[in-house]
């Protein structure tokens, strides 16, 4: 089967169809990984990078874009490592009302089993279970 890594600009064009040629071309991309066609690895900062253009230039909101990407890295044909763990990145963000870096950082405590984190960022408070120090 082949194998293929899959950029941001990908992901991007089908969700917005917002290119009369690229889009349709994304779309088709994709179907073919949801049919088992063809595998497409990717990685965390193509994920960032989504989520970037998705809300500075589509002006998408947080839960339109954590649905639309879940459902995207769901996918058994899109393989990127810690699925889990961006999943509740996307939980984190969508429903904390975090940034998506934020929501990564406190996916990634959690699965190191890290409660406490070093921030002036007071988005943390705002997630249970997680303590905020200021560094002094």
Known sequence: MAEV????????????QDHSDHSPKATAFLA???RGELRARSA????FETVFT??????????????ALVSLIELPGILLPGKQRLRRAFELYADRNMSFGDASHVALME???MSEIASFDRD??????ITRVEPS
């Open 5 to 16: 890594f899959i950029d941001a600009n990908v992901f991007i064009r089908h969700l917005t």
């Open 44 to 47: 965390d900062t193509v994920i």
């Open 32 to 34: 073919r990984i949801e």
């Open 111 to 113: 699965q190191y089993g």
């Open 54 to 67: 998705l809300e500075r230039y589509y002006r998408e909101t947080k839960p339109v874009i954590r649905d």
């Open 124 to 129: 943390f408070d705002r997630v249970p279970g």
